[in-house]
């Protein structure tokens, strides 16, 4: 609290012989001042919501009671891409069949570069009508979770409106174990 030092002798006297009495300043003491500020403080830290983790939004179609009633998607406007494991990314357009395998089955990168999948997917967008563009992300059980969002990430920064994440067929899996250890991780 603020105090004032009063104590003087007596009345006042004047005159030759007496002293004068030292005037003493006021001393604030800033201990609740403190209390008050660590109060506050706290406050604002209890009080205040803590950053709230981010997911994407996805929207779902409802599932269809009849297979006949799912959307029809032509073969080639189809893009599917395969996720393996060390960062390998394999993808091929519309069907996969025995006879064509080798040929349309191709390997990529996270790249921005020309083995970019970033540039497989707009040279494919670009190429094909948007109502029949569709992208197929199969991660195979080996992939990474990072590896994953980074695809979806892909999804939004080329403004893909339809995609699909899918379950890997057994015959694309041994197709992206045999590639991959062809062509291992450098």
Do not use: W
Request: charged share 25%; proline share 5%; glycine share 6%.
């Amino acid at each position: 609290m603020a105090e004032m030092d009063t104590s003087s002798g007596g009345g006042h006297k004047k005159g030759p012989g007496v002293k004068k009495a030292k005037k003493l300043s006021t001393r604030v003491d800033l201990t609740p001042m403190v209390d008050l500020g660590f109060l506050l403080i706290t406050f604002f830290i209890f009080t205040t919501t803590m950053s709230q983790p981010t997911a994407f939004k996805l929207f779902l179609p409802k599932d269809a009671e009849k297979p006949e009633d799912n959307n029809p998607v032509k073969q080639s406007g189809v893009l599917t891409i395969l996720l393996g494991k060390d960062n390998h990314v394999f993808y091929y357009e519309g069907m996969l069949d025995n006879s064509n395998a080798s040929s349309k089955f191709k390997s990529a990168n996270f790249g921005n570069g020309d083995d970019g999948i970033r540039n497989v997917i707009l040279k494919k967008k670009v190429n094909t009508p948007e109502t029949d563009f569709v992208v197929v992300l199969k991660p195979n059980p080996e992939c990474t979770y990072k590896n994953v969002v980074t695809i979806l990430d892909e999804m939004s920064i080329n403004v893909v409106k339809r995609y699909a994440l899918v379950d890997i067929t057994e015959v694309e899996n041994q197709l992206v174990k045999i590639t991959e250890a062809a062509n291992p991780v450098k």
